[in-house]
């Protein structure tokens, strides 16, 4: 049995860390505790049935990334978090502006097309 320590991003609670932990002791041959405060996976597994690349497969097809790297430069791991973040709030806010102005136009008496401006035809 060979005993490795990985990171693990994506995490952000303990239903995470557990569903990971859950998913590689159903497998047959790992043992898998999960540390969500220092985002790491100790894992023993028999190296003759698994290796790296098989975990990473299977913690990645649930939705979180591992890494085999010794990263202890968090500051690294946090600027990526950050940066894909920032990427999912530019696209959330592109698709919440024209949103906002449809619901809500018509309340501040700004045009809208008459098959969405529920004031048409009212009169």
Do not use: R
């Not at 097809?61 to 890494?67: A, D, L």
């Amino acid at each position: 049995m060979k005993k490795e320590t990985y990171n693990v991003t994506g995490m952000s609670c303990a239903s995470c860390s557990a569903s990971i932990e859950k998913t590689l002791n159903k497998m047959d041959g790992i043992k898998a505790s999960v540390n969500l405060a220092t985002e790491k996976v100790n894992v023993e597994f028999d190296e003759k049935k698994y290796n790296f690349d098989k975990i990473k497969e299977t913690v990645e097809s649930i939705g979180f990334s591992v890494n085999q790297d010794k990263i202890d430069n968090k500051e690294e791991l946090y600027e990526e978090a950050v940066s894909k973040l920032q990427n999912k709030l530019l696209i959330s806010a592109i698709f919440a502006v024209p949103l906002l102005y449809i619901a809500m136009g018509h309340m501040m008496n700004l045009w809208l097309p008459a098959i969405i401006n529920p004031h048409h035809g009212n009169d």
